[in-house]
């Protein structure tokens, strides 16, 4: 599985992006996600979403970033709104690939995108 994101770019506060990201090839992936890496700082999830449909949000970002899955076209989109300077980072898709065999259930494979840039002015 490859993914392909796409969306990244300039916005002055206040505004919004989305992101979409795209899932290329044969595999069942379990959830996809957003994470984003800050100049300086550690990786960190942004949002999430599970087969089921569970969601999952960090909390700088709840109420202004919406997460939305179309498992048929194995794409995950990232509606961001309200913008903040703090917002800005690379942006990466990450999905979990069940890769589970009879002796190893459960077990996952991350696939990460190669990121778009978010920069948002103040």
């Known amino acids: 599985v490859q993914l392909v994101e796409s969306g990244g770019g300039l916005v002055q506060a206040g505004g919004s992006l989305r992101l979409s990201c795209a899932a290329l090839?044969?595999?069942?992936?379990?959830?996809m996600g957003w994470y984003r890496q800050a100049p300086g700082k550690q990786r960190e999830l942004v949002a999430g979403?599970?087969?089921?449909?569970?969601?999952n949000y960090a909390d700088s970002v709840k109420g202004r970033f919406t997460i939305s899955r179309d498992i048929a076209k194995n794409t995950v989109d990232l509606q961001m709104s309200s913008l903040k300077p703090e917002d800005t980072a690379v942006y990466y898709c990450?999905?979990?690939?069940?890769?589970?065999?009879?002796?190893?259930?459960?077990?996952?494979?991350?696939?990460w995108g190669q990121g778009t840039l978010v920069t948002v002015s103040s």
């Open positions: 090839g044969s595999g069942r992936i379990n959830g």
């Open positions: 979403v599970v087969s089921g449909g569970s969601t």
């Open positions: 990450k999905a979990d690939i069940d890769i589970s065999t009879i002796e190893t259930v459960g077990k996952t494979l991350e696939v």
